[in-house]
C-alpha cells in the first residue's frame, strides 16, 4: 500500500513510517516541522514540509498521490498546554482535520484513499469503569481530549455522508522506540513518565512522582503501556481492514495491552533494566491525572487481528533507554 503520512516526522509517525517500511509499504511524509524532526524522515522517503492548514498544497498532494490511506498523526498532545492555550488545540486538531476531510471529500472522484486517525484515551476523562471500552461515556477533561472527540464526530459524519471510510484509533500510553534504532520519543518539554524516569536516572537526579494517594493498588496511577510499533502495526492493519470495505464506513478502535501498570511498578521495572536504584520523592498529584486507563482490546483483536510484539514493559524500556543512551545531544532528549 501506499501512505500519505501527516505527521510523519513526530514519535508516533515517524515509528509508523519504519514499520510500513519494514512490511514493505511505502509512504510520503507531510509535516510543518513544528514539533517534529526532519532527522526522523528516513532519507529514501518523500518529504513535503508543508501546513495541514495550507489546503491548496494539501489538496494538490493528495490529488495526484494515488495513495491508499491517509494518516493523521499531526496534533498536538500537551494536556497541560491545551488547558492554558486551548486557541492552539482548537486550531491545530480541529481545525486541521476540518481541513483535511474537506480535502479529501472534494478530491473523493480523483483519491479513494481511507483514513486513518490517531486518537487518545483522553476523550473519556475520568472513566466510568475499567477496562475501558469503545461505547463507555465519553467526559474529556481537557481541551486536547476534546478536540480529539470533537475530530472523531467530524471524521464520523463525513464518512456518513460522503461516502467515505475512515477510523479513529484511540491510544492508550505509547511509549517506547524503535527496535533499530535512530529514532525514539522526543518531546519538548518532556512530560511523560518513562522517558522522564530514564532521563533522572542517567543523570543521577531524582523522579518525582505525582500522587500516591489514588485508589489503586500501590496509590500510584495505573496506566496501559503500549509500543509503538505495536501501535504501528494495528495502524497499517486498519489500513487494510479500511481498504477492502465498500461504501461508507467509520468505527472507532482502541489500541492498548488491556494490562495496567502503577507509575512505582514501572519505576522498578527501569531499574532492574538498568540493573540500579532510582531516587525518588512523592509529589503532589498533577492535575487532571485520572487513578487508572487501560484498554478493553477485544475489538482490536477482533477487527484488525491486532497483536503485540514488543509491548512487555522490560522491553519498552530497554527500547526506550538504548534511544536515550544514542540520541545526539538536541535532537532528542527531551
Ligand atoms: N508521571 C509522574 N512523573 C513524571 C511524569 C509522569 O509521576 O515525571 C505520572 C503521571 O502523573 C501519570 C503517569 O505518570 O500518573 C503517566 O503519565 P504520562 O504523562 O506518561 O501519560 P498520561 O497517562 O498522562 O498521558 C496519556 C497520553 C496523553 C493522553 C492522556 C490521557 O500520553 O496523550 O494519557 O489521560 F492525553
Known amino acids: 500500500m501506499r501512505f500519505l503520512v501527516i505527521g510523519g516526522a513526530g514519535y508516533i509517525g515517524s515509528h509508523f513510517i519504519r514499520e510500513a517500511k519494514r512490511q514493505g509499504h511505502s509512504s510520503v511524509v507531510y509535516d510543518n516541522l513544528e514539533r517534529g524532526f526532519r532527522e526522523s524522515i ?3 522517503v518523500p518529504f ?3 501546513d495541514l492548514l495550507d489546503s491548496k ?6 490529488k495526484d498521490g494515488h495513495f491508499d490511506a491517509i494518516y493523521h498523526f499531526a496534533a498536538f498532545a500537551l494536556v497541560g498546554e491545551s488547558v492554558s ?3 492552539l488545540y482548537y486550531e491545530n486538531n480541529v481545525e486541521g482535520v476540518r481541513v483535511l476531510l474537506e480535502a479529501m471529500r472534494k ?3 480523483k483519491s ?10 483522553a476523550v473519556f476523562g475520568t472513566p466510568s469503569k475499567l477496562p475501558i471500552s469503545e461505547e463507555d461515556p465519553k467526559k474529556p477533561q481537557s481541551p486536547y481530549g476534546k478536540s480529539k472527540l470533537i475530530d472523531e464526530w467530524m471524521i464520523e459524519d463525513y464518512c456518513y455522508a460522503h461516502g467515505m471510510r475512515g477510523m479513529a484509533l484511540r491510544y492508550f500510553n505509547a511509549c517506547g522506540a524503535d527496535k533499530d534504532g535512530g529514532i525514539g520519543e522526543a518531546h519538548d518539554p518532556e512530560t511523560h513518565l518513562i522517558p522522564n524516569v530514564i532521563k533522572a536516572a542517567l543523570a543521577k537526579e531524582t523522579v518525582t512522582i505525582f500522587g500516591d494517594d489514588f485508589e489503586t493498588l500501590d496509590g500510584t496511577c495505573v496506566r496501559d503501556y503500549i509500543h509503538v510499533t505495536d501501535l504501528a502495526d494495528a495502524h497499517i492493519k486498519a489500513a487494510a481492514y479500511l481498504c477492502a470495505q465498500k461504501g461508507a464506513i467509520y468505527d472507532a478502535i482502541h489500541l492498548g ?3 495496567g501498570y502503577s507509575n512505582l511498578q514501572v519505576v522498578k521495572v527501569i531499574e532492574k533494566v538498568l540493573g540500579m536504584m532510582i531516587e525518588q520523592r512523592i509529589g503532589a498529584r498533577r492535575a487532571g491525572d485520572p487513578a487508572g486507563l487501560y484498554a478493553d482490546n477485544r475489538k482490536a483483536k477482533k477487527i484488525l487481528g491486532f497483536t503485540t510484539r514488543y509491548s512487555d514493559l522490560e522491553t519498552i524500556i530497554a527500547t526506550a533507554l538504548a534511544w536515550h543512551q544514542e540520541a545526539p545531544e538536541g535532537y532528542n532528549r527531551g
Open 42 to 44: 528516513p532519507s529514501d
Open 48 to 50: 513535503i514540509k508543508a
Open 57 to 62: 498544497t494539501l489538496e494538490e498532494t493528495i
Open 85 to 87: 492555550q486551548p486557541e
Open 107 to 109: 478530491l473523493k472522484t
Open 112 to 121: 479513494n484513499a481511507v483514513l486513518i486517525f490517531s486518537s487518545s484515551c
Open 257 to 259: 495491552t488491556g494490562n
